[in-house]
T-cell receptor, first 113, second 118 residues
Framework: DGGITQSPKYLFRKEGQNVTLSCEQN?????MYWYRQDPGQGLRLIYY???????QKGDIAEGYSVSREKKESFPLTVTSAQKNPTAFYLC????????????FGEGSWLTVV | DQQVKQNSPSLSVQEGRISILNCDYT??????FLWYKKYPAEGPTFLIS?????DKNEDGRFTVFLNKSAKHLSLHIVPSQPGDSAVYFCAASHKTNAGGTSYGKLTFGQGTILTVHP
């Protein structure tokens, strides 16, 4: 089945630890995105990548890092520098050819304990 | 600076009636608009989109209207069904290159919680 797979679905992190959220897509999409959703708020863009080995900061990139070594994969690392990491994280992707619809994965819940 | 705003945090509608969700934007460069539906703890799913060259796009029970002069779009759901109960996000984007063939990142509104009562 084609789609976007995020793992893990639920993750608990201790204060001061880095954690990495996985995102894999087999849709042959060029661009990939990481968004964050907090209760009562919209989706805010963390990082995005339009081609392999290139990525750009979104609106709230501080405390996060990404890599894009393969077209299919766009992992997000939440570092200890992120002051308020507890949130629902969404990975998305799209084809750059036409239109602008992005497709989302199922999301990952990160809780700092 | 909130470039895309959904000023109604929630909307409650009776089954069979029309649901109207509203969205306003401030960036005049936006030329492509989308609506997404989201259930709790799931990723958003794409519903319908509209390009700025149109003022209406229809897909089954869903219709999106765009008023460029007012920088306003709305999503109409007719008739509303209990399964439509979810959070609805509007999103906007604009071209990133001179050729207009590649679009940039999406900017989302805060979302509106729609509840359809049986």
């Amino acid at each position: 089945d084609g789609g976007i797979t995020q793992s893990p679905k639920y993750l608990f992190r201790k204060e001061g630890q880095n954690v990495t959220l996985s995102c894999e897509q087999n849709l042959n999409h060029d661009a990939m995105y990481w968004y964050r959703q907090d209760p009562g708020q919209g989706l805010r863009l963390i990082y995005y990548s339009q081609i392999v080995n290139d990525f750009q900061k979104g609106d709230i990139a501080e405390g996060y890092s990404v890599s894009r070594e393969k077209k299919e994969s766009f992992p997000l690392t939440v570092t200890s520098a992120q002051k308020n990491p507890t949130a629902f994280y969404l990975c998305a992707s799209r084809w750059l050819g036409a239109g602008n619809t992005i497709y989302f994965g199922e999301g990952s819940w990160l809780t700092v304990v | 600076d909130q470039q895309v705003k959904q000023n109604s945090p929630s909307l409650s509608v009776q089954e069979g009636r029309i649901s109207i969700l509203n969205c306003d934007y401030t960036n005049s460069m936006f030329d492509y608009f989308l609506w997404y539906k989201k259930y709790p703890a799931e990723g958003p799913t794409f519903l319908i989109s509209i390009s700025s060259i149109k003022d209406k796009n229809e897909d089954g029970r869903f219709t999106v209207f765009l008023n460029k002069s007012a920088k306003h779009l709305s999503l109409h759901i007719v008739p509303s069904q209990p399964g439509d109960s979810a959070v609805y996000f509007c999103a906007a984007s604009h071209k990133t290159n001179a050729g207009g063939t590649s679009y940039g990142k999406l900017t989302f509104g805060q979302g509106t919680i729609l509840t359809v009562h049986p």
